[in-house]
């Protein structure tokens, strides 16, 4: 069973910067998984950040796009998402997700293990 467990969120103005860190346990193939984050602000639905595919292939919603970058540690089970230049509607829950070995999706339903969240709160 594929343990995730974010880390990194907090407070931050507008014009910074944060790195979030997911954690990964309970696998010996992470490296060939398609991870994802995704975010999810009060009163919406859970949506698509930045995805990286096993073999390094990388993806982004078009409101981060050059803002944000995924990478990943193998040798650590980690994968980041390094956010940049954020704004106040970068505020949200964060989540780490893993679909197992493959490619990324931008849908929640394609992805079977996810992390507990943490907290991103960008203030003007």
């Known amino acids: 069973q594929v343990q995730l467990v974010e880390s990194g969120g907090g407070l931050v103005q507008a014009g910074g910067s944060l790195r979030l860190s997911c954690a990964a346990s309970?696998?010996?193939?992470?490296?060939?998984?398609?991870m994802g984050w995704f975010r999810q602000a009060l009163g919406k639905e859970r949506e698509f950040v930045a995805g990286?595919?096993?073999?390094?292939?990388?993806y982004y919603a078009d409101s981060v796009k050059g803002r944000f970058t995924i990478s990943r540690d193998n040798a650590k089970n980690t994968v980041y998402l390094q956010m940049n230049s954020l704004k106040v509607e970068d505020t949200a829950v964060y989540y780490c997700?893993?679909?197992?070995?493959?490619?990324?999706?931008?849908?929640?339903?394609?992805?079977?293990?996810w992390g507990q969240g943490t907290q991103v709160t960008v203030s003007s």
């Open positions: 997700a893993a679909r197992g070995p493959g490619f990324v999706s931008r849908n929640v339903l394609d992805y079977n293990y």
């Open positions: 309970g696998s010996t193939s992470f490296s060939s998984y398609g």
């Open positions: 990286l595919s096993g073999g390094g292939g990388v």
